[in-house]
């Protein structure tokens, strides 16, 4: 009976730790700290060199993020925001690619001035001409604290 006793209690607290234990959180990345406009990962796709858009926001898996320990940010699918092949120059794509920790997937969130950085380019993420249609692109620019640069991580998204 003991020996059951054990069995039985351990196979409970096995799964009780796998599936109990809560699971990284993910949340939007909204533009101009509103809820309308979202950091999104164009038509959901989990391809390498991916385009990152403005999108409304939807809730969608293409705009679930989570800002990681190791300073990457990931989409909801598994993969990385990336800067288009390590670029260091304004105006440099933001896209999505498979993680791998490269100084193109490096960020530094920073919630008082409400940037994201990619201290590689010493450049923060920005819409694109400052548009705010549905699909514009998002880019690398020389951080300015302008509306452009203006992020609001979920706080659900930190890790």
Same mark, same amino acid.
């Given at each position: 009976?003991? &020996?059951l006793?054990? %069995?039985? $209690?351990?196979?409970m #607290?096995?799964? $009780?730790?796998?599936? #109990? *234990?809560?699971?990284?959180?993910? #949340?939007?990345?909204?533009? *101009?700290?509103? @809820?309308?406009e979202? =950091?999104?990962?164009?038509?959901? /796709? /989990?391809?390498d060199?991916?385009?990152?858009?403005?999108? /409304?926001? +939807?809730? @969608?898996?293409?705009?679930q993020?989570?800002?990681?320990?190791?300073?990457?940010?990931?989409? !909801?699918? #598994?993969?990385? =925001?990336?800067?288009? *092949?390590?670029?260091?120059a304004?105006?440099?794509?933001?896209?999505? $690619?498979?993680? +791998?920790?490269?100084?193109?997937?490096?960020?530094?969130?920073?919630?008082? &001035? /409400?940037?994201i950085?990619?201290?590689h380019?010493? %450049?923060?993420?920005?819409? !694109? +001409? &400052?548009?705010?249609?549905?699909?514009?692109?998002?880019?690398? &620019? =020389?951080?300015?604290? %302008?509306?452009?640069?203006?992020?609001?991580?979920?706080?659900? @998204?930190?890790?």
């Open positions: 009976m003991p &020996a006793f054990v %069995l039985v $209690f351990g196979v #607290g096995t799964y $009780f730790f796998v599936f #109990g *234990h809560a699971a990284p959180e993910y #949340g939007p990345i909204n533009w *101009h700290g509103n @809820a309308t979202c =950091l999104d990962n164009w038509q959901q /796709k /989990k391809v060199y991916n385009r990152i858009d403005l999108l /409304k926001c +939807n809730g @969608a898996i293409a705009q993020w989570r800002y990681n320990a190791n300073g990457t940010i990931t989409n !909801a699918n #598994g993969y990385c =925001l990336d800067v288009y *092949h390590s670029g260091t304004f105006d440099t794509p933001v896209d999505l $690619f498979n993680c +791998n920790g490269s100084v193109a997937q490096q960020w530094v969130v920073d919630p008082g &001035a /409400k940037t950085i990619n201290p380019a010493d %450049l923060c993420i920005d819409y !694109a +001409n &400052a548009g705010t249609t549905n699909g514009n692109p998002i880019r690398l &620019a =020389l951080c300015n604290r %302008l509306a452009g640069q203006d992020w609001a991580v979920s706080s659900g @998204a930190v890790d």
